[in-house]
């Protein structure tokens, strides 16, 4: 899996939104986004829901959320690969 700042785990990156995790993340399945200076959490298990957001505008929010529907089976893919 590629590396992302730090070494950070990265899932994928589209349209400027990187999807990531970090290496001590923990249950239940999450990911982490970032895009411009914002950052967002998304629960991935079972639905993709926003648990957390901070300095992301709605639209953005949005367009990361169905990013992460899309990718859901990726990121859940890359969780026990890296996570376990």
Do not use: T
């Not at 990187?18 to 990911?31: A, G």
Request: net charge negative.
């Amino acid at each position: 899996m590629a590396k992302y700042a730090c070494g950070v785990p990265k899932v994928f990156e589209r349209d400027g939104f990187v999807f990531f995790f970090y290496s001590n993340d923990h249950e239940p399945i999450h990911v982490h986004v970032r895009y411009g200076s914002g950052e967002a959490v998304f629960v991935v298990d079972p639905l993709v829901e926003l648990r957390e957001s901070h300095g992301m505008r709605m639209h953005d929010l949005r367009k990361a959320q169905e990013l992460a529907v899309e990718n859901k089976e990726l990121i859940e893919r890359k969780w026990h690969e890296h996570l376990g």
